[in-house]
């Protein structure tokens, strides 16, 4: 059975009267990529800062490798890199010369400094001032910190906040190599869906201050729908004579929709209705963003 990395149990943050974090149980396995999406003001960062012991919780538990939090803060500190919000450098020294930095406070050769620059694609530019680096240039120098002592959890919020298309696209790429490349587990919270999408095995849904959902991203896909909607002389005729189907099947005073579920059940429904005066026929898609929208109570930009 795979092991948990995070768990949090009843977890909460409340300022003054307001919760901003409201019970949440937060479940990620090793090896994942956890995307943990939600509206902007959701408790996504309030909640990353509880499990860094930035913040103290004002109840509910933390366990991080199966040690509790802030109990063990000092040990589980040591095997995580985090970028939290903008990073902060030394804008006259170089990218390499803000790596040594750290790589001395952990005691590491400079041939883990070539080897995390290599990794983010920052060996080019690595004898360049800072200063001069562009904003994704700093986001990958960011990571390159959080990662220069291979850390087995890594927390980013919102990494790819205010980067143009392809700096997104580098971050994304680097992101979904880590596993891989240094059996490191990688919890990033996002407000796009369309990002977590591209990147996360499993997700968790947060709106509000509450979970509203967590489970691998195949099963949130699952969840994706498309219905039939069939305007009728006499729905009502139509609905019962399918009964028997075992459909999803909903009516109104002029229309049912079904459910499709099954390939060819299109061309069975059609079969079934073929005795019955069709008035019109459309099919609609219940998409992820949808779903994300529905749940979270966003309205969609028309």
Aim: a positive charge; charged letters at 20%; hydrophobic letters at 40%.
């Amino acid at each position: 059975m795979m092991n948990n990395i995070i768990e949090t149990h009843d977890l909460c943050c409340q300022f003054n009267r307001i919760k901003s974090v409201d019970k949440i149980n937060i479940q990620i396995p090793e090896g994942a990529i956890y995307g943990f999406l939600g509206p902007n003001g959701a408790g996504k960062t309030t909640t990353l800062k509880m499990l860094l012991g930035l913040l103290n919780p004002s109840s509910g538990s933390i366990k991080i490798f199966g040690e509790k939090m802030p109990t063990n803060r000092i040990s589980i500190l040591r095997e995580i890199g985090s970028l939290i919000e903008s990073p902060s450098f030394y804008g006259h020294l170089s990218g390499y010369k803000n790596l040594k930095i750290f790589a001395s406070i952990y005691g590491l050769p400079n041939s883990a400094i070539e080897d995390v620059l290599n990794i983010v694609e920052l060996t080019p530019h690595a004898n360049r001032p800072v200063k001069h680096y562009s904003f994704g240039m700093k986001q990958r120098l960011g990571i390159a910190i959080a990662l220069i002592h291979k850390p087995k959890l890594l927390i980013l919020d919102e990494p790819t906040n205010g980067l143009d298309p392809a700096g997104i696209q580098q971050i994304r790429d680097l992101i979904k190599r880590l596993p891989t490349l240094y059996n490191t587990t990688v919890l990033i919270s996002s407000h796009l869906l369309s990002e977590v999408e591209q990147i996360a095995t499993h997700v968790g849904i947060i709106h509000g201050g509450k979970m509203l959902f967590q489970d691998a991203f195949d099963v949130l896909r699952k969840q994706q729908t498309s219905y039939l909607i069939i305007d009728l002389e006499d729905p009502s005729k139509a609905y019962q004579s399918m009964q028997k189907t075992g459909w999803d099947i909903t009516v109104n005073h002029t229309a049912i929709s079904i459910r499709l579920d099954t390939p060819g059940q299109k061309t069975k429904i059609f079969e079934c209705l073929k005795n019955f005066n069709i008035i019109n026929v459309k099919e609609k898609h219940r998409s992820l963003e949808d779903i994300f929208l529905d749940w979270t109570g966003v309205k969609k930009e028309v």
